[in-house]
């Protein structure tokens, strides 16, 4: 079946730290890729995604390249804020159906 | 443009009650899913509507239900009430023309059933 696998967490970085937070997939067909932030008591908002092998997704600083070979999506961003403390969600639509299959999530917290 | 909207925004039921979700879709969607969220994990694939049928359905029991309505707008329903029913459930919106197309998400209703 399909699955996500995500970095445990939690993770705590110093303000302007890089981050990388890991996603692999299994998945039949050609997934389409996406990472969801959500932020306390907060509904999930769409980060970025990206539809086919090597196409790059980028927003606000982030960024993740499909890696078909790796079967893998790895989030990463070259200088955090505080503003950036969140839970992280990579997730797939696979083939042709349009339902998500999410991680369990990465906590990140950001310190002054 | 408003966003997804659901109603209400927490709940408190107990358990063998029954209970119904609303959400509202993104202007200019007619595709609405519906996910559970349980604390600390990622939301799980309920099930999705459109042209007021349901067209894909994930791993929950038929105590699990939904409707669409012709404004596109939907119905989860939930009978019996179990304590591992207690989540956030999230709604989600997106347009039926491709599956790469991006989901919108709602704020959510949290359910406490005690």
């Known amino acids: 079946g399909n699955s996500v696998t995500q970095m445990e967490g939690p993770v705590t970085l110093s303000e302007e730290a890089f981050l990388t937070i890991n996603c692999t997939y299994t998945?039949?067909?050609?997934?389409?890729l996406f990472w969801y932030v959500q932020y306390p008591g907060e509904g999930l908002q769409l980060l970025l995604k990206?539809?086919?092998?090597?196409d790059k997704g980028s927003n606000k600083g982030f960024e993740a390249t499909y890696r078909k070979e790796t079967t893998s999506f790895h989030l990463e961003k070259g200088s955090v804020q505080v503003s950036d403390s969140a839970v992280y969600f990579c997730?797939?639509?696979?083939?042709?159906?349009?339902?998500?299959?999410f991680g369990s999530g990465t906590q990140l917290t950001v310190l002054p | 443009d408003a966003g997804v909207t659901q109603s209400p925004t927490h709940l408190i039921k107990t358990r063998g009650q029954q209970v119904t979700l609303r959400c509202s879709p993104k202007?200019?969607?007619?595709?609405v899913s519906w996910y559970q969220q349980a604390l600390g994990q990622g939301p799980q694939f309920i099930f999705q509507?459109?042209?007021?049928?349901?067209?894909q359905r994930g791993n929950f029991p038929d105590r699990f239900s939904g409707h669409q309505f012709p404004n596109y707008s939907s119905e989860l329903n939930v009978n019996a009430l179990l304590l591992g029913d207690s989540a956030l459930y999230l709604c989600?919106?997106?347009?039926?023309?491709?599956?790469?197309?991006?989901?919108?998400f709602g704020p959510g209703t949290r359910l406490t059933v005690l």
């Open positions: 997730a797939l639509t696979p083939g042709s159906a349009r339902q998500l299959t």
């Open positions: 998945a039949t067909g050609y997934p389409s």
């Open positions: 990206a539809t086919k092998a090597d």
């Open positions: 202007s200019g969607h007619d595709t």
């Open positions: 509507y459109y042209e007021e049928e349901e067209r």
């Open positions: 989600a919106s997106s347009p039926k023309a491709s599956r790469t197309d991006t989901q919108y």
